[in-house]
């Protein structure tokens, strides 16, 4: 029983490192750094860099600088773009590292299947924040923002030290995900062809242009 608690335990480590990655890097670097330099966890031999001072006060300084991005509608999702590029590579290495010494095989395994939790996960917060910032307000990303900061720190939290209530979710997160990220994108695509037309000139549903010195009368003979 204890082994299996053991196996359980690395899994949803491994996959709460991919998962936490993919919506917020340095938060869950940060977090897991934390724990293991105040001796709350034991982290794992290839995780234990993370309690490194200097790798803690990068992670913190890049952690405030996404914290302000991160909330500033367009900005926002001009970061997504650019951490396309970093959060995806940085979760699998963090996956691999999570399985501890172990097979190279087992390490690889757990790359691949933590880059592509991450990079679901990291697609679904990009598209649902291009659909938020087409909202003229702020207030519904700052609430986005905040409650994935929240997410993190929670979603960690229980993969450390609930580590099979965090897989159950983690099923239910990846089946509601797997449904959401069509219509999301479907979503997004939508915005981008509107935002192509008002550059173009174009804006939808635009009225009929009547001709120099035409009447709406005109317009309608002629379309006869």
């Known amino acids: 029983m204890n082994e299996l608690h053991q196996v359980v335990s690395i899994i949803a480590l491994t996959m709460g ?52 991005a991160d909330k500033t509608p367009g900005v926002d999702s001009s970061w997504d773009a650019l951490h396309t590029f970093i959060r995806i590579p940085a979760a699998a290495a963090l996956a691999a590292a999570a399985v501890g010494d172990v097979h190279p095989a087992v390490s690889l395994a757990a790359a691949l299947v933590g880059g592509g939790l991450a990079t679901g996960v990291h697609l679904t917060k990009a598209g649902s924040r291009i659909l938020i910032n ?69 804006p939808r549903n635009s009225p009929p242009q009547l001709p120099p010195g035409g009447s709406t009368g005109e317009l309608q003979g002629r379309g006869r």
């Open 17 to 68: 490192v991919a998962w936490a990655s993919g919506i917020n890097l340095y938060a869950a670097i940060l977090v897991l750094g934390l724990l293991g330099a105040g001796d709350y966890m034991t982290l794992p031999p290839g995780l234990e860099i993370l309690t490194n001072p200097l790798v803690l006060v990068a992670a913190g300084f890049m952690y405030l600088v996404e914290f302000f």
């Open 134 to 202: 087409a909202s003229p307000e702020p207030f519904s990303n700052w609430a986005a923002s905040l409650s994935e900061d929240v997410a993190v720190v929670a979603g960690l939290w229980a993969a450390l030290y609930h580590p099979w209530l965090f897989l159950v979710l983690l099923i239910i997160f990846i089946a509601l995900m797997a449904w959401l990220l069509p219509k999301i994108w479907k979503g997004v695509r939508i915005v981008f062809q509107s935002l192509v037309e008002v550059f173009r000139g174009k």
